[in-house]
């Protein structure tokens, strides 16, 4: 008896919170633009699924059938102002969604940035994957946190920035291990929590 009553307690439990996503792909010209790589489409799909994976069930992101029908959309903009991306919130079928501009030109991130990417391929791979979780940790409702090990972290309040790509960069030897190494910290995740354990969501 004890058990069907977890059973049935499990059972009453929120169903995820569903994500259609669309993410640009990196057209020759769009490559021209802003510098993407035809790989960082895929970037940006690890870092949806990572979120996915840290919110254990509360989060679902599948991929959608059209742009306009997606709450997350992932563009690729050309470089500007040392700006790694922005989001934009948006509402989409009267939910929550956001529009995500990805800055992926190095060159465009001041001198350090861009100097660690030219010696260092992988590191450019790092920069996108993790604005890209940083963004999208926006789009999920993450605002931003003072702590520098959170992906949440402001560049507003200063600190290493190189490094802040860098603690990532270390932990992997190859792009394919991006996919394996979510990036979130453990008070990103309890903060995601928090969120999606509001009775409004
Ligand atoms: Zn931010």
Not at 33 to 55: K, M, N, T, Y
């Amino acid at each position: 008896m004890k058990l069907a009553a977890w059973l049935l307690i499990a059972c009453a439990c929120h169903a995820a919170e569903s994500y259609p996503y669309w993410i640009a792909p990196c057209t020759s010209q769009l490559a021209r633009e802003s510098g993407c790589e035809s790989g960082d489409p895929e970037l940006a799909e690890w870092a949806l699924a990572a979120w996915q994976r840290a919110s254990q069930g509360s989060l679902a992101v599948t991929k959608s059938a059209s742009e306009e029908g997606a709450r997350i959309r992932i563009y690729w903009v050309p470089g500007n102002q040392r700006l790694y991306g922005e989001t934009h919130p948006l509402l989409v079928n009267g939910k929550p969604g956001a529009a995500i501009h990805v800055r992926p030109d190095l060159a465009q991130l001041g001198p350090d940035i861009e100097a660690t990417g030219r010696k260092d391929p992988l590191f450019r791979h790092v920069v996108v994957y993790l604005t890209c979780l940083h963004e999208s940790g926006h789009a999920f409702g993450l605002p931003h946190t003072a702590q520098f090990d959170d992906i949440m972290y402001s560049f507003a309040y200063g600190g290493d920035i190189v490094e802040y790509f860098m603690r990532y960069r270390r932990r992997v030897e190859s792009r394919n291990q991006i996919r394996q190494h979510s990036g979130i910290s453990a008070s990103d995740q309890q903060r995601l929590a928090a969120l999606f354990s509001l009775p409004h969501r």
